[in-house]
């Protein structure tokens, strides 16, 4: 079985990760700024900067669990 | 595209207002304020958040007790008929979920900045473990309801039956033999067949309160009609009002139930309500001090020196007048 298509998969808890990560980069970024342009690049940038430091993270686990 | 134009002042009112009403909803400051761009990234992201979370978890997520396993308040150990430590085991459970709060359960300090939930929330816990919740006995009272289910009952000829039973449900206080017990009858239907079953004495029924949306019944049958002597048990589920459920804090089974149907979702969905809760903590502040760097992100050096070329001197001069920081009105001392 590959793998990968455990990320794949619909119900994988994972993909949480992304509406959450939406919520967290637009609430964070609103509080610093009040301007709207500000807001949205900054969010923006946020979700980025979460998304793949949590990729990276499952990278490792995945790379670590490999074969157990 | 950022400029340097003058940053300007945000007017927040009555900060304090601000921040009880974005305690109330999140965002509601920032509409107070007249924020509305900010009020409703708020309220979209944290409300959406937080009712996912209460969606994913059954809307039985919100406790600040953990719910005890089993009955610990003083027993009448008189009442019991104590043959072994098993039999009591039983006629605890028969009792129904315990309503005595236990420890501190630290994730509703999380959700607490939502005071949306939190506000039912308190008020349902006051009315889930207030004395007068109590399981239906003989000393609530008279009770009086319709009710669908099923009966179990093996009649003088030794023949088992299970019928469903839709119909009024009453039943009252008498003194018996053994003092006071519960007497009654559910008039209705069965199969399409009109049906009166006499019932009395050993009546277990959830309180009026509680997580679920149903109680549980259950009371002995002792004749159909006048004449026919049965020996059964009605079995029913009796509907709460959403008064009654939404927002309860769940009992042990109620909780183990969820462990057991969302498996590491109910985490998840604790997790949705926790976040969602902090981050209304970042909105509230918001409201009641401005944001917390500035107007707008600072201007790269690269941009400001193409724009410094085309600005005159006197919009140069403007704008370091201002301050980049706390571009606020009222601003709480």
New interface residues.
């Given amino acids: 079985m590959n793998h990968w298509s455990l990320l794949a998969e619909s119900e994988n808890?994972l993909w949480?990760i992304l509406?959450?990560a939406?919520?967290?980069s637009?609430?964070?970024s609103?509080?610093?700024?009040?301007?709207?342009?500000?807001?949205l690049?900054?969010a923006i940038k946020l979700f980025f900067q979460i998304t793949i430091f949590m990729f990276v993270v499952f990278c490792v686990l995945w790379i670590l669990s490999f074969r157990l | 595209?950022?400029d340097s134009s003058p940053e300007p002042k945000?007017d927040l009112k009555n900060p304090i207002v601000a921040a009880l009403l974005g305690f109330l909803v999140p965002g509601g400051g920032h509409f107070y304020q007249g924020?509305t761009?900010?009020g409703v990234?708020?309220l979209v992201?944290?409300l959406?958040?937080f009712i996912?979370g209460m969606q994913i978890g059954h809307w039985q997520l919100i406790y600040r007790y953990e719910p005890n396993k089993t009955f610990d308040f003083d027993v009448d150990s008189s009442q019991f008929e104590m043959f072994d430590e098993n039999d009591l085991r039983r006629q605890l459970e028969e009792l129904g979920p315990s309503r005595t709060r236990g420890r501190t359960h630290w994730g509703y300090f999380a959700q607490l900045p939502v005071g949306l939930f939190i506000i039912p929330e308190y008020i349902q816990e006051g009315r889930y473990y207030s004395p007068d919740n109590l399981p239906v006995t003989p000393e609530s009272g008279s009770f009086d309801e319709q009710v669908s289910g099923s009966l179990e009952y093996v009649n003088d000829e030794g023949k088992e039956f299970r019928v469903p039973v839709t119909g009024q449900l009453k039943l009252s206080v008498q003194e018996g033999e053994f003092g006071r017990e519960m007497v009654g009858s559910i008039t209705g239907q069965s199969d399409g067949e009109e049906i009166d079953v006499r019932l009395r004495g050993d009546v277990r029924m959830d309180p009026p309160v509680g997580a679920k949306h149903y109680r549980n019944l259950r009371v002995n049958a002792i004749a159909l009609g006048e004449s026919e002597i049965i020996d059964g048990v009605l079995t029913a589920q009796l509907d709460r009002s959403v008064f009654n459920w939404f927002l309860v804090p769940p009992d042990h089974q109620t909780l183990e139930g969820l462990h057991a149907d969302l498996g590491?979702?109910f985490t998840?969905a604790e997790?949705?309500t926790w976040?969602?809760g902090l981050?209304n903590v970042?909105?509230i502040?918001?409201a009641y001090a401005?944001?917390?760097?500035?107007?707008?992100?600072p201007i790269r050096k690269k941009d400001s020196s193409e724009e410094e070329e085309s600005e005159s001197e006197e919009e140069a001069a403007a704008s370091e007048s201002e301050p980049a920081k706390s571009?606020t009105e009222n601003q709480p001392t």
């Fill in positions: 808890i949480y509406p959450i939406v919520g967290v637009l609430v964070y609103a509080s610093r700024y009040e301007e709207k342009e500000s807001i690049r900054r | 595209m950022s945000i924020r761009f900010k990234i708020y992201c944290i959406s958040l996912w590491k979702k998840l997790v949705f976040v969602a981050l970042l909105a502040w918001d401005g944001p917390a760097y500035g107007y707008r992100m571009p």
